[in-house]
């Protein structure tokens, strides 16, 4: 909990900072630079956190399928 606290203080200090710079270049760029660090955060989320795949069930051997279709 605390380096996560740490990085949201930074970012309380550092996001309206920035904000203020691009809002001065562009009205619009602090938007899409938040677009893009939501689109980063996706992807990194993507490759760090993988989503278990299903695991292709065994085929019976030949002589095991021929007990089960004979009971």
Request: zero cysteines; hydrophobic letters at 50%.
């Amino acid at each position: 909990m605390g380096l996560e606290n740490s990085f949201m203080s930074l970012g309380r200090v550092f996001g309206p900072l920035w904000a203020g710079m691009a809002y001065d270049i562009n009205m619009t760029l602090p938007f899409w630079s938040g677009a893009i660090m939501q689109g980063i955060a996706l992807l990194a989320s993507f490759r760090y956190l993988k989503i278990p795949q299903a695991q292709p069930q065994a085929q019976p051997s030949a002589p095991e399928a021929a007990m089960i279709s004979s009971e």
